[in-house]
Structures are given as structure tokens and as C-alpha cells.
């Protein structure tokens, strides 16, 4: 599955070069990380998010 999470990972950052606000590509590249076990890099797509989208109060449940 590396390709399929590498070819969606090209497409939710493309997505989010289209739109910053995007929540379900910020959303899915933090769930790629923790699906690679890259919790700090999860958490850092949480807190960047949070710099576009400040009061979305998903991003909010998802850092706990």
C-alpha cells in the first residue's frame, strides 16, 4: 500500500495548495502519518491546520 498512500498524500497536499482550509486533507495526511507511525509529524499536520482553521472544533477533538 505504500504507492496507494504516496499517490494520496501527493493529492491532499495538492489539495491544500488549493485551498488552505481544506479540513478533510489536513485530516488525511495526519492520518497517513499515524498510519506510518509518525505521531509528531500527526500532531504537526494537526497544529498547522489549526493556523489556517483556528476555531474548527474537529481539529480540536483530534489533538485531544
Not at 2 to 17: D, H, K, N, V, Y
Request: glycine content about 4%; aromatic content about 10%.
Amino acid at each position: 500500500f505504500a504507492e496507494q498512500r504516496q499517490e494520496a498524500r501527493t493529492l491532499m497536499e495538492r489539495a491544500l495548495e488549493i485551498n488552505p482550509e481544506c479540513l478533510w486533507a489536513h485530516l488525511g495526511l495526519k492520518d497517513l502519518c499515524i498510519y506510518d507511525r509518525q505521531f509528531e509529524e500527526a500532531i504537526g499536520q494537526l497544529q498547522t491546520a489549526l493556523n489556517v482553521i483556528p476555531d474548527h472544533p474537529r481539529l480540536w477533538f483530534e489533538l485531544g
